[in-house]
Each structure stands twice: as structure tokens, then as C-alpha cells.
């Protein structure tokens, strides 16, 4: 949200390997973070110290840097480079080790090497002929498709992203944090296509968006066996992952988007609207509404994925900050809740992470006071760190979550077994009761109508809210052409 790196300080040992959780989904998400975890008194190394523990090692895997400082007159020069490696290049995490003694020493200021503020990281352009290159490979395409990820929203390209598009007239998709780079509503976008332009498309546009999982790897059956990529990435041996790439864009996606639109306004570049291509695209986008919005007016008892994100959806301020977790809740969740600004939306991501959901809400109100937070859970995604609720209530920060109840994970059921199943939870927990234990406000909703007064009234609220909305435990996604995750 900010090209700064979140920073978490942990107690040693037990602490420090809570930590390790959030390095690796930072890790996984390529975003900037440091943990700073407290350790034993270094004097007491490999005596058996209270919370004595592999720190550095155990972070090791998941970040940058792993590092302690050897004295506390350096430790500026640890924190600096802690939060330069974090954010320079590809962003990512940094462990820094702090043992006790250093903690509790002290010394005069005089002897401390004191270091500036680490500036933001250098912005670097791509190569011309790399530009050019992409500049032909998209020219020659006859079924383009831009696809927008989370890297052109972390580099802030949304003003060029959007120029370019505009200018060239591409299909688009967002990547499930690219969302809002683009505003989901724009003409471009052609998201309620994607199964069918992935699979067809022949020159695809990555911006900051990798060919990982959640675009399939760029492979048959998902994509077509002879796409070909033109790839614009911070990171260079990133560039050819699962798919060779044609046109290697390798820098800051605001500058080289830039590059781009000076190259198209040199020589243009447009595709016609009324190519076989944009008409498929348009035919598949009407046959995915009428589908969906037969779903999202259902107003049978109990209801289902579709009808409450709907809701939530018209609840919704335009500019809020949405968080999601869950499996169905989030899977369905990317489709019906749109964005429509740039680094506005934050899900359990490339690690697939439940629990991070609350404190990244929290995260996202104390950056955004004056930003409506919306936190769309599942049941059981809640339950991962639910507790923070009491975080959001000592700092009053006025977020609104929402937790899609279908009492448990993925299906739940109507009735506890004996002995009860491992992803069926307690049904029609009260999650509504346990903010109001720290005077938030609860609300409890079963059907269409109960719903809607809630959602209205907890958006509204001055203090933070929880609305528990029961839905069919049998409730499911739309039939997938491919499912979630198709080898
Ligand atoms: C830390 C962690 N533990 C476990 C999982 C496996 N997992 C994936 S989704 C999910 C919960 C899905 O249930 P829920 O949040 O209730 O959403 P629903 O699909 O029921 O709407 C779990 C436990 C995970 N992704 N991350
Ligand atoms: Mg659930």
C-alpha cells in the first residue's frame, strides 16, 4: 500500500517462529516486510537460554536478508540496509535478529553510526529494444490479451496502465490484487471472459503479473499450447518461468508503461473493436452475466455465495479497501466485488494464506483513516486470527466485517455429526457476539432482508462491525469449466 515495508517485532523463540508465517506469505507475494524478533542474551549461546532458538536459520528460506547486528552502535546500519534490501528490486522480506544484550545495552549517541532514511528504491527503464520488441508481438496479435497484477499496483503504474489500454483498445484481466489498477467496470475489461480468453489468446501481456498457480503457468488446457508472452516484471529471473517469453520488460512498471506510451504515440497502435476477437469476447462476457445474475437475485432461504456478495457489493462505498479470505468466499468473492482503485484490494494472495485477513484490515484503516474497510471472511477464515477484532476496538478503527457463514470449510453441514467432521464447525456460530465482547457492534442475518439492514447499518457504524451472515452449508460456486486447480 505504501513502497514501505511493514515491520513486526516478536518476542524470541515461540514469537519469532509465529513470525516465520508472515515472512513466507510475504516471501510468496513479493511484497516488502521485516520481522524483528528479540533473542536471548548472545552470552548465553548454546546454553539452553530462555526462548534460545535457530532464529536466523529458520527465517532464512523465506527472505532477502537474515541478520544480526554485532553491536548496538551499528544497529542503524543493520535497519537501513534491512529496509533496503526489503523494498529495492524485487520487494521482499528481511529477518533482523536482536539479541537482549544488545536490547539493554547502551552507549552515548555520539558513537552511534547513525544512517539517513533509506530512499525510496531507484527506478530503473527497459531495454528500447525489448520495447520495440513488445511493440511488434503485440501489433501482430490477433487475439491480445493484457493481464494486470498486483506488481503494477505495488509500482504505482495505474495512470500509464490505464493510458495504454485506452490508447491500444486491449482486452484486459486483473490478477485477483490487480484489481482496481483498472477500475473493474471499465469497457476494456473482459474478467467474466477469462477462462475463455486465457485459453485463446495468442499474445499475452503480463504486467507485474507472474505465470504461477493462479494464472494456470501459462500451460495447456488453460492456455493455448503456442501463446506468446510479452512480460514486463521488476525481476529478472522471473522473465521465462513456465513459458519462454518473446519481449522482456524488465524494471519499474510505471516507467516502462511510460516507454510504452511513448512508443504508441509515436507510432500508434490500436486494435479494432470490431475484430472476430473482441465479439467473442463480448459473447462469452453476456452468456457469464446472464448465468451469475440469475444466481445474485436468488432470494431463496438459506442463500447462497452469489446473493450475499451481491449485497455486500451494493453496501459497498466505491472507494473502500476490500480484504477476503476464505475458499468460496474468496474465490467467488473476486468476481462480484468490484474495485475500482488501485491497491484497494488484499486477499490471501499467491500463498494462499488464511489469516491474514484482520490485520491486514487493520493494516489498511490505520494507512487509510479516512477509507471505508470492508472484511469479506469465510467462517473458518475468520477463525484464524478472529481475535484481532479486539485490536480493531482498542484503536477504534470503524472496519466492517463481514463473515460468510456456511458453518465450516468449503461445504459445511445443517447438524454436527458425532463425532463431528474436521472442516464442519459449530453451526450458526455467533461471530457477531465475540466484537461486541470489546463493544463493537454485532449483527446476525439469515435472509435477503435481515441482510440488507445489517450491512446498510454496519457500514454506517462509528464503531467496528461484524455482520454474520448464514448461508445454504450446501452453497457452491458456478460450475467451473476448469476447477481451481486443474494440472
Ligand atoms: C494457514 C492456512 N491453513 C489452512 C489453509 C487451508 N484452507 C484453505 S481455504 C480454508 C478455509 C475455507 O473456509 P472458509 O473460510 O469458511 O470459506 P468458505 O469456502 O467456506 O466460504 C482453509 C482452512 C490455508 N489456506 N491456510
Ligand atoms: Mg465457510
Not at 475458499?327 to 475500482?340: E, F, H, K, Q
Not at 440488507?452 to 458456478?478: F, G, H, Q, Y
Request: proline share 8%; hydrophobic share 40%.
Amino acid at each position: 500500500m505504501t513502497q514501505r515495508p511493514g515491520a513486526c517485532l516478536v518476542v524470541s523463540g515461540p514469537g519469532m517462529v509465529h513470525g516465520v508465517a508472515g515472512l513466507s506469505n510475504a516471501w510468496s507475494n513479493c511484497w516488502p516486510m521485516i520481522l524483528l524478533g528479540g533473542a536471548n542474551d548472545s552470552y548465553q549461546n548454546e546454553q539452553g537460554a530462555f526462548q534460545e532458538a535457530p532464529q536466523i536459520e529458520s527465517a532464512r528460506p523465506f527472505v532477502k536478508l537474515s541478520t544480526r547486528p554485532d553491536r548496538i552502535s551499528r544497529v542503524p546500519t543493520y535497519i537501513e540496509k534491512a529496509v533496503r534490501t526489503s523494498i529495492y528490486g524485487r520487494p521482499g522480506a528481511v529477518y533482523v535478529d536482536l539479541p537482549n544484550d544488545i536490547i539493554t545495552d547502551q552507549i552515548d549517541e555520539s558513537q552511534l553510526d547513525v544512517r539517513d532514511r533509506c530512499p525510496d528504491a531507484p527506478k530503473s527503464l527497459a531495454d528500447p529494444g525489448s520495447v520495440e520488441k513488445a511493440i511488434a508481438a503485440l501489433r501482430s496479435a490477433e487475439r491480445p490479451l493484457v493481464i494486470v497484477g498486483k506488481g503494477a499496483a505495488y509500482a504505482h503504474a495505474e495512470d500509464e496502465v490505464r493510458e495504454f489500454l485506452e490508447a491500444t483498445r486491449l482486452p484486459f484481466l486483473p490478477s485477483p490484487m490487480g484489481k482496481g489498477v483498472v477500475p473493474d467496470d471499465h469497457e476494456l475489461s473482459i474478467a467474466p471472459a477469462r477462462s475463455h480468453a486465457l485459453q485463446n489468446a495468442d499474445v499475452v501481456f503480463l504486467i507485474g503479473a507472474r505465470l504461477n498457480w493462479i494464472l494456470h503457468f501459462g500451460l495447456p488446457p488453460r492456455f493455448n499450447k503456442d501463446v506468446r508472452v510479452v512480460q514486463l516484471d521488476i525481476a529478472a529471473e522471473e522473465v521465462g518461468t513456465n513459458v519462454p517469453t518473446e519481449a522482456a520488460l524488465v524494471g519499474d512498471a510505471a516507467a516502462i508503461m511510460h516507454q510504452l506510451n511513448d512508443a504508441i504515440d509515436a507510432e500508434p497502435l490500436r486494435f479494432s473493436s470490431t475484430s472476430a476477437w473482441w465479439g467473442e469476447l463480448n459473447q462469452k462476457i453476456e452468456e457469464n452475466r446472464q448465468l451469475v445474475d440469475a444466481m445474485m437475485n436468488d432470494d431463496s432461504v438459506p442463500m447462497g455465495y452469489y446473493r450475499v456478495l451481491r449485497e455486500i457489493r451494493d453496501a459497498t462505498p466505491r472507494d473502500a479497501i476490500i480484504c477476503s479470505e476464505g475458499a468460496n468466499t474468496m474465490d467467488i468473492g473476486r468476481s462480484v466485488l468490484p474495485n475500482y482503485l488501485p491497491r484497494h484490494r488484499l486477499d490471501a494472495g499467491s500463498f494462499g494464506t488464511m489469516g491474514v485477513g484482520l490485520g491486514f484490515a487493520i493494516a489498511a484503516a490505520a494507512v487509510h483513516p479516512d477509507k471505508k474497510v470492508v472484511c469479506v471472511e469465510g467462517d473458518s477464515a475468520f477463525g484464524f486470527s478472529g481475535m484481532e477484532v479486539e485490536t480493531a476496538c482498542r484503536h477504534k478503527l470503524p472496519i466492517t466485517f463481514v463473515v460468510i457463514n456456511n458453518n465450516g470449510i468449503g461445504q459445511g453441514v445443517s447438524e454436527l455429526s458425532d463425532p463431528p467432521l474436521p472442516s464442519v464447525y459449530t453451526p450458526s456460530a455467533r461471530y457477531d457476539q465475540v466484537i461486541e465482547a470489546f463493544g463493537g457492534r454485532g449483527f446476525f442475518a439469515t435472509n435477503p432482508e435481515e441482510m440488507r439492514k445489517a450491512l446498510l447499518e454496519a457500514m454506517e457504524c462509528p464503531v467496528p462491525s461484524l455482520v454474520n451472515i448464514m448461508i445454504d452449508p450446501k452453497a457452491t460456486r458456478k460450475p467451473q469449466k476448469f476447477d481451481w486447480l486443474t494440472r
